[in-house]
């Protein structure tokens, strides 16, 4: 089995390796300078022509890696670096058909789940249906008996009859429980 730290320590060698390269440009600008003190030197000293044509070679080469090296792209290159590198791109491959594989499993026990989610989703809704329409009878009843008490002019509790039943009744918070769902769910909480 290969794991994903397997996977991500051989790509991450080969970036550390590429990364390398853009360390490289300030010494090779030493060089340069090196280089072109040697030139002047030689010059200075009325050196051959070939000591001076392999000095200024030299430069020349030097001058060519540092253009170079200024202008790579590091990221291209590592890609196009971890593409061609047939060992990793088989333990990547092995890696990813694995942790598919595995997908696959945990979308049973998802399925599961999203059916056990369902199912309370529905017996909530349903348990909310009936309550509101029990409150519906309840509130009718209470306003029967509020009616004949505003007929015999008996004084009635301010917000009503059941109102007054509040503390009796279980009282449910929807919005704390929509907050709570959200955050169940790894949604953002809606102040």
């Known amino acids: 089995m290969i794991t994903y730290e397997q996977v991500m320590q051989k790509i991450e060698a080969t970036k550390k390796r590429f990364m390398g390269v853009k360390d490289k440009i300030p010494q090779l600008e030493a060089k340069l300078v090196e280089l072109a003190k040697k030139y002047t ?9 070939e000591k001076l044509n392999e000095i200024s070679g030299e430069i020349q080469r ?9 202008h790579i792209d590091i990221e291209k290159e ?10 990793l791109k088989n333990m990547a491959e092995k890696f990813i058909g694995q942790q598919l594989a595995v997908i696959e499993e945990m979308l049973v026990e998802d399925d599961k789940l999203f059916n056990n989610y369902k199912a309370a989703c529905d017996a909530l809704l349903d348990a909310i249906k009936a309550r509101r329409e029990h409150t519906k009878k309840m509130a009718a009843v209470c306003g029967e008996i509020e009616a004949v008490k505003r007929a015999l002019g008996q004084k009635i509790p301010d917000g009503g009859i059941l109102w007054s039943y509040r503390g009796r009744r279980g009282n449910f918070n929807i919005e704390n429980l929509y907050t709570k769902i959200r955050g169940a769910a790894g949604l953002p909480l809606i102040p």
Do not use: F, H, T
């Open 78 to 87: 590592i890609r196009e670096n971890l593409s061609r590198d047939g060992k």
């Open 41 to 49: 030197d030689a010059l200075l000293d009325n050196a051959p022509d």
């Open 62 to 70: 030097v001058e060519k890696d540092v253009d170079l090296l200024e």
